[in-house]
């Protein structure tokens, strides 16, 4: 059983920055695809970027070259630097990793100010 847990939410102005981490724990298995989803109120949980496990990444058009998502594979921890942040990237952001099953963190709550 994989246990993620995020950290690094908060509230930013418009044009700021913050960084999301998301340690796993719980196996000895190497995990797999991690990424970031995002749910807005009233809205889908959606997938903001992805990581394989040899660095390959994906990204949404809309955070292309504004934020960027890294692993460090020996200490099972997932990143999302964020930068240039705005309004409509207010969501709770949600760690998603697969291994063999999919598991999901609790989710922390970003929130940009106008």
């Known amino acids: 059983q994989v246990q993620l847990v995020e950290s690094g939410g908060g509230l930013v102005q418009a044009g700021g920055s913050l960084r999301l981490s998301c340690a796993a724990s719980?196996?000895?298995?190497?995990?797999?695809?991690m990424g970031w989803y995002r749910q807005a109120p009233g809205k889908q949980r959606d997938l903001v970027a992805s990581i394989t496990r040899g660095g390959a990444t994906n990204y949404i058009d809309s955070v292309k070259g504004r934020f960027t998502i890294s692993r460090d594979n020996a200490k099972n921890t997932m990143y999302l630097q964020m930068n240039s942040l705005k309004p409509e990237d207010t969501a709770v952001y949600y760690c998603y990793a697969k291994l063999f099953n999919d598991y999901w963190g609790q989710g922390t709550q970003v929130t940009v100010s106008s």
């Open positions: 719980g196996t000895r298995f190497q995990i797999g695809i």
